[in-house]
């Protein structure tokens, strides 16, 4: 009896636990089709549809890069690529004859990749023009399709190469505008979808569906094509004519601090960029203008004389002499006219360039007030340009500028700025005293033509008082009309400026030999500045290399042009008869500084000179060539 129970008590043991099992196992099916109709249901119906649908991707047309104006700067083009599905395919034969008149193809190539396969889909052509698509279309062969495919295009193709960029195979931006506005750009894209079964036939009766691509936006700039167009032409005049290394041109917008031009030299046409040459790519995609730091030299001075002013160290009445160099904590630093300046009121030493006057002006100010004054104008920090890659300007530790650093620092030594930021400073020390961070993008335009986008343009005002910045204006005006920066002038215009000329120095900190950045630094007019102006010749090596005779006279024509571009008539009463009198230029060589001196005064000209010896050797221009009394010969001792 006892085994009896015990025997029962087993049974309906086994029983519960069966009963157990089968409730968790029951429970566990019921959640998990809970589960999958509530929660993960959208990834299955993913999963389904991937399985009875083939879709193709719609490429956004990306959007174009157009001037101030509207004039299109970069556009596209639209292209398409083949493919084929072979299980819809009717008429192999037929299929292969219609690709191999309409692509670039033969019937062979084409019968052997499609025959026999098995996959969904092949790419069997790619880039193929509208018209030609249509007429594969038309055709009527099965078990084809297409894809847009967005070409780019630069319609002025080395116009901008830096500034603009280019894009990748994807349709990317991978430098320039493209890349720093590309999500604007770009666009989304869509898809053509088709009903197949589960190998890829495409189902009776299925339908095509259409998620359209969202073109991009397009890009409006602040630059101008006509004076981009006159500065590229600039620059590569500038790299043939003196066989330099690099030659560049920047325009601002004064008032407002939009770049109306940017050009470099060398470059490259950005319809065939040169990807298989990664070096030469990487090399002339930099953007000088905003990337590189340099010394400046000569037109740093524009803004030790805004502090010199401001601060009430200089007046109309003081004077500077200059010997031909200084001797600052036991070292001698040189003016660039050996011989010296001699006495000279501060217009005249402004006008004259002499380094001599600028090494007190620094050395009054003080390492502080120097240092002030250039983190107000901006240098040493980002102007906030809208470029990938901005570089920012270089000085030394104020806690360890000796007086010998701070004399160099005074007239453009011992001291890098990158170019747009010493433009954007100038900007500043002559339209009033407001420093704006210089700005590419205009706006951004959906496809009506609405703006969707505008740049911030970061303003501070009383960087120097209003008069302090008249009377920098007036000065450097004098610079073009009377000084070193006479070949910049043109007749019956208002136009301020300084030249400047730098060493360059090598990878181990000492002075390239014979290696020079000649510059000129310009705004227009000189009274009210609209359109400021620098242009840059690194290592020049023909023609000379002093700013003055190398970067001004291309100052010249670009104010020329831009006056011309924007009808800006002359004003009679600046005119000179002098300017428009020419005369052969004298002979120079074989004379002592005494003799030039005086032929030069008898000609009513400013000259600059070079070397040590004392009988002249060389001249620029030559013998015999036409000029007028604004040309400034560069005279070579020996």
């Known amino acids: 009896m006892r085994k009896h129970h015990q025997s029962l008590y087993a049974i309906r043991k086994k029983l519960l636990i069966l009963l157990i099992s089968i409730t968790f196992l029951f429970c566990a099916v019921i959640g998990r089709l809970t589960y999958l109709q509530i929660f993960d249901a959208s990834a299955l119906q993913t999963l389904a549809s991937s399985q009875w649908l083939r879709d193709l991707p719609l490429t956004p047309t990306r959007g174009q890069i157009l001037d101030r104006s509207g004039i299109v700067l970069a556009d596209c083009s639209t292209l398409y690529d083949v493919y084929v599905r072979p299980r819809m395919v009717e008429n192999l034969s037929e299929l292969c004859k219609v690709l191999e008149k309409y692509t670039n193809n033969s019937y062979d190539y084409y019968y052997s990749k499609i025959n026999g396969k098995v996959v ?21 062969v099965k078990g084809v399709y297409f894809s847009a495919n967005i070409l780019r295009y630069y319609p002025y193709s080395q116009y901008l190469t830096q500034t603009i960029g280019y894009i990748g195979a994807d349709g990317n931006g991978q430098s320039g505008l493209e890349l720093y506005y590309d999500k604007y750009l770009f666009g989304e894209y869509g898809r053509v979808y088709t009903e197949t079964d589960l190998v890829g036939r495409e189902l009776s009766g299925g339908g095509i569906g259409y998620v359209d691509a969202t073109d991009g936006y397009s890009l409006r700039l602040n630059i101008d094509y006509y004076i981009q167009s006159f500065a590229e032409s600039i620059v590569n005049d500038a790299l043939t004519t003196h066989n330099a290394k690099g030659a560049y041109c920047l325009v601002l917008d004064c008032e407002t601090g939009g770049v109306l031009a940017m050009a470099n030299a ?36 524009i803004i030790t004389t805004a502090a010199s002013i401001e601060e009430g160290i200089v007046d109309d009445n003081s004077r500077f002499y200059c010997n031909g160099s200084m001797l600052v904590d036991g070292q001698k630093i040189k003016c660039w006219k050996t011989k010296g300046h001699g006495s000279q009121t501060f217009s005249e030493a402004v006008g004259n360039s002499c380094n001599c006057a600028f090494m007190q002006l620094a050395l009054k100010l003080g390492a502080e007030k120097m240092y002030e004054y250039i983190y107000k104008f901006g240098l040493t920090r980002k102007t906030g340009i809208d470029v990938k890659g901005e570089s920012a300007g270089l000085t030394l530790p104020l806690a360890s500028v000796k007086n010998v650093d701070l004399a160099r620092i005074g007239f453009g030594h011992a001291i890098a700025v990158t170019p747009i930021g010493l433009l954007r400073a100038t900007t500043a020390a002559v339209n009033g005293g407001v420093l704006y961070s210089p700005k590419l993008c205009k706006n951004i335009i959906d496809v009506k ?7 911030n343009v970061d303003t501070t005002s009383g960087i120097i008082s209003a008069n302090t910045s008249k009377k920098v204006g007036q000065l450097l005006e004098g610079v073009v009309s009377n000084g070193g920066g006479r070949m910049a002038y043109v007749d019956g215009y208002r136009i301020g400026g300084k030249t400047g000329t730098a060493q360059k120095y090598d990878d181990n900190g ?17 009274d009210r500045p609209k359109y400021a102006v620098l242009i840059i010749v690194d290592e020049p090596s023909k023609c000379g290399y002093y700013g003055s005779i190398v970067a001004a006279p291309y100052a010249k024509s670009l104010f020329s042009n831009i006056f011309n571009y924007f009808s800006i008539k002359p004003d009679a009463s600046l005119m000179s008869e002098e300017y428009n009198k020419y005369f052969e230029m004298p002979s120079l060589i074989g004379e002592n500084a005494t003799q030039v001196g005086s032929i030069m005064r008898r000609y009513q000209l400013s000259y600059e000179t070079e070397g040590e010896g004392s009988i002249v050797v060389e001249q620029i221009p030559a013998p015999g060539t036409s000029i007028n009394s604004y040309v400034v010969p560069l005279i070579k001792f020996g």
Request: hydrophobic share 35%.
């Open 120 to 140: 969904s889909e092949i790419t069997v052509a790619k880039k193929i023009t509208r018209q030609n698509m249509l007429s594969i279309m038309d055709s009527g």
């Open 449 to 455: 033509g609405s703006i969707v986008y505008s740049p």
């Open 510 to 526: 000492n002075i390239a030999s014979g290696k020079y950045i000649s510059s000129f630094l310009g705004f227009a007019p000189a």
């Open 266 to 301: 060398p470059s490259f046409d950005l319809n065939n960029v040169p990807r298989d040459d990664v070096e030469t790519l990487l090399s002339y995609s930099k953007n000088f203008l905003v990337n590189s730091v340099y010394e400046p030299g000569s037109t740093f001075k």
